[in-house]
């Protein structure tokens, strides 16, 4: 099915490893984003790309990278996780600017992430 | 910079009863706003735009929000709910040209039956 994949759907980490979660869309989309959701604060934006080979940060950034080498795919990094990454994580896809506010985003089903 | 306030973190109705879900909005010039859904266990999906034509926007499973400027509102509402409307609901801002849009901290609703 046409959409955006999140692999994987679940994981726990001990303090201090790392990880990389992988995002797929396969509708062409220009722009990707990460987003982690947290009980009371929303959805708040970790990082996103505006096209391939290009990043940027966004309001919690701190913690993560990020890297678009495909235009398809947008991975997430932690590179030493805390507790105080554990948190649902989704990725979402849109068009460019114009396209995406008549569309929309399309999110991934989630990342549930616990750093023990 | 431009944000958005949802007003009560849980609202409990009655099936059948009116639904309203309140979102204001600070923004210097004319936003563009949305709200989107959350089903338990997956992502969000969008439930209906306001992007400076009509200011009364009408979305998908009933549901519908007015843009109100002298407000700074967007408030959605629906007349009559249903026990399948139960999800978490988030109002989200962005301006024109903007690459980002930007969540409120969601409002959780309930149905009674």
């Known amino acids: 099915n046409a959409g955006v994949t999140q692999t994987p759907k679940f994981r726990v980490l001990k303090t201090g490893q790392s990880m990389t979660l992988l995002c797929a869309q396969d509708?062409?989309?220009?722009?990707m984003y990460w987003y982690r959701q947290d009980p009371g604060m929303g959805l708040r934006l970790i990082h996103y790309?505006?096209?391939?080979?290009?990043?940027a940060k966004g309001e919690v950034p701190d913690g993560y990278n990020v890297s678009r080498l495909k235009k398809q795919n947008f991975l997430l990094g932690l590179e030493s996780a805390a507790p105080s990454q554990t948190s649902v994580y989704f990725c979402a896809s849109s068009y460019s600017r114009d396209r995406g506010l008549d569309y929309g985003y399309t999110f991934g089903s989630g990342t549930r992430l616990t750093v023990v | 910079a431009q944000s958005v306030t949802q007003l009560g973190s849980h609202v409990s109705v009655s099936e059948g009863a009116l639904v309203l879900l309140r979102c204001n909005y600070s923004?210097?010039?004319?936003?563009?706003l949305f709200w989107y859904v959350q089903y338990p266990n997956q992502g969000l999906q969008l439930l209906l735009k306001y992007t400076s034509a009509a200011t009364l926007v009408k979305g998908i499973n009933g549901f519908e929000a007015e843009f109100k400027k002298s407000e700074t509102s967007f408030h959605l509402t629906k007349p009559s709910a249903h026990m399948s409307d139960a999800a978490e609901y988030f109002c989200?801002?962005?301006?024109?040209?903007?690459?980002?849009?930007?969540f409120g901290s969601g409002t959780r609703l309930s149905i009674r039956p």
């Open positions: 923004s210097s010039v004319p936003p563009y």
């Open positions: 790309s505006v096209g391939e080979g290009t990043t």
């Open positions: 509708m062409n989309h220009e722009y």
């Open positions: 989200a801002v962005t301006l024109g040209g903007a690459s980002k849009i930007i």
